[in-house]
């Protein structure tokens, strides 16, 4: 039984992998983010953990932008009209005003967003722990597993579940004519609405980062990104933003500064205008009159649903979380004796809402295995029986919880 349980294990890591980029331009931009976050971060924040956190986002919102399109733009009129490709379903410069004109986003379906995020924070944890001289590899896993940590000098390997997703995406912003149709023989400006953006190939782009005026108040505030060459350039936005990082010494810090702020607005809820930029922000409070009914379930359609929840906060991932720890560790703790084996769950961004309702209570269980079935207490177990801790770390770049001197060692800068 021993052997099988190190052969599984051995297994798993046989088949998992170091992963690359499809493009260099994707690891660039990744490790331009790294060392931005750990060079300049006291000049920025005291907490590294949030830096990276932010950073990581815009690393997704690269990936996100490789899949606009000519369709599916909000026109949003005004004395300098736009045309906007977002990510929740409303204008987002008139969420600014405290205003809400319902819009669907563009933001890929859950289980794409999964795939994505997965992936990214695997190349993204493997560009940190090189930037600080690491000898653990970080390995995308194989089912079960979707990452593995390893150090193969001292036989230490985790074993992690990823539950990930973007607190925020800045929206792509281009700008327009002021728009008309046709009444009655004359030419009426045009009101919010969709549009094809026929023009989009060679078009210069800009992404919405809001300037903060006060603790309430937000302007509109851009950035270029540069432009879609054509069907083919899929990593436009990895080019663009590498450019504007380099470019522009601004950028970070006001991106940085409206990441933080909406993240304080996302937990504990405050509703202030960027909060409605945020996932999982859910319906406009109060709604607005015009605001639109949900097509196929009573209530209003939402800004952004909880499907689409902040790193591993929705509650459905929580639970397939603990349910996988529980699996990899009773398969692999009981009978390993080759390494020092540790599972857990990993994130961009920890269960801020849902914590104390759903992880709570499970952060600090231990467990082990009675063949008997009558054991009541530690006594009436054998005297030299093992104990095995339920997580050995929940790790995310905000905040991290690790019943394991490894795991705490290796994740030391999310809390430094």
Known sequence: MTVLSDQWIDDILQRS????????????????????CFENYSNLSDKKGLLLAAAFDLLVAAQYYSAISHSGWLYS???????FFHYTNCCPRS????????????????GKIGTITSKLLVIFLGSIFRYLGYEEDVLKGTEPVDLVIVNTKKHLILFAEIKAAPLLTPPIAAKSQNLTFEKEGEAIERGYSSVDNTNLFNMPLDILIPGKISEDEWKENYFP????NSREDKNW????????????PDFFSEYFTFWTNAFIAYYPKKTSNIFWLTNACGTPSP??????????????????DSKTSVGMDRTDDIKKGIYQVLKLGSQGKP??????YKVGLI??????????????????????????????????LPQEQSIYNLFDGIVALTSSFTRDEWIEKIFNFIIE
Do not use: M
């Open 237 to 248: 936005g990895f080019r663009g933003l590498i450019k504007l990082i380099e470019e522009s």
């Open 335 to 340: 009978n390993t004796r080759k390494w020092k």
């Open 17 to 36: 992998k170091h992963i690359s980029p499809e493009d260099p331009i994707e690891q660039k931009l990744c490790d331009l983010l790294v060392k931005g």
């Open 347 to 380: 994130s961009n961004i920890h269960a801020a809402r849902h914590f104390n309702e759903y992880l709570e209570s499970f952060k600090d269980i231990v467990w082990t295995i009675d063949k008997t079935k009558r054991a009541k207490k530690v006594g009436d």
């Open 95 to 110: 969420v600014l005003k405290n205003e809400f004109y319902f819009h669907p986003s563009q933001k890929p379906r859950s």
């Open 225 to 228: 990104i540069g432009s879609r």
């Open 287 to 304: 709604t607005p009159l015009q605001w639109p009914s949900r097509k196929q379930a009573q209530g209003y359609e939402s800004i952004s």
């Open 77 to 83: 009129p005004g004395q300098e009209p736009k045309l």
